[in-house]
T-cell receptor, first 117, second 113 residues
Framework: GAVVSQHPSRVICKSGTSVKIECRSLDFQATTMFWYRQFPKQSLMLMATSNEGSKATYEQGVEKDKFLINHASLTLSTLTVTSAHPEDSSFYIC?????????????FGPGTRLTVL | AQKITQTQPGMFVQEKEAVTLDCTYDTSDPSYGLFWYKQPSSGEMIFLIYQGSYDQQNATEGRYSLNFQKARKSANLVISASQLGDSAMYFCAMRARGQNFVFGPGTRLSVLP
């Protein structure tokens, strides 16, 4: 299957700082990328959907000014957690879809574990 | 609205035995895809198997098979000959045409030696 990378895999930051997470599709062009958040022992919660070159679509309850998403190219999307607080500590996972196939299988990155002190 | 239900929060299976993980779904869309993902403790989501709503045969991928019963809206995952490395969280997911993925709450599988 296609490969999606995420960087960093783990980040610890102080409260009030901003953290950027990168998601890259390594061997295919991702027309759509998705950002998920996962709390311990829970399922994935979709935060936003981004299409290359356009603004992200955020799910209800997700603050777009706090979670900035940029999908500048067909292989890169970034999620910036601005002014992070301890409650933002979570596992963030991106996925990418190449636009092929009827149901557009998603390929997931390995995730980023964010800890805000 | 789309919804995925996984009623088994945790399952145990003996090594080399088969195990079935339950998944039921709800959608009014006649066109949809069903997916199973494995999430080990490392956190990565590993795609296992896919079934389209119009597929006539149940999907199989190696030791994984999907028991698709459309009328009952169920898409159970069957893992044959369980291995210790199969211990992980398993998520059932659905995507209707033009819609986002919806994930179930997951089932934690523990394979016993």
């Amino acid at each position: 299957g296609a490969v999606v990378s995420q960087h960093p895999s783990r980040v610890i930051c102080k409260s009030g700082t901003s953290v950027k997470i990168e998601c890259r599709s390594l061997d295919f062009q991702a027309t759509t990328m998705f950002w998920y958040r996962q709390f311990p022992k829970q399922s994935l919660m979709l935060m936003a959907t981004s299409n290359e070159g356009s603004k992200a679509t955020y799910e209800q309850g997700v603050e777009k000014d706090k979670f900035l998403i940029n999908h500048a190219s067909l292989t890169l999307s970034t999620l910036t957690v601005t002014s992070a607080h301890p409650e933002d500590s979570s596992f963030y996972i991106c996925s990418a879809s190449g636009g092929g196939g009827e149901y557009n299988e998603q390929f997931f990155g390995p995730g980023t574990r964010l800890t805000v002190l | 609205a789309q919804k995925i239900t996984q009623t088994q929060p945790g399952m145990f299976v003996q090594e080399k035995e088969a195990v079935t993980l339950d998944c039921t779904y709800d959608t009014s869309d006649p066109s949809y895809g069903l997916f199973w993902y494995k999430q080990p403790s490392s956190g990565e989501m590993i795609f296992l198997i896919y079934q389209g709503s119009y597929d006539q045969q149940n999907a199989t991928e190696g030791r994984y098979s999907l028991n698709f019963q459309k009328a009952r809206k169920s898409a159970n995952l069957v893992i044959s000959a369980s291995q210790l490395g199969d211990s992980a969280m398993y998520f059932c997911a659905m995507r209707a045409r033009g819609q986002n993925f919806v994930f179930g709450p997951g089932t934690r599988l523990s394979v016993l030696p």
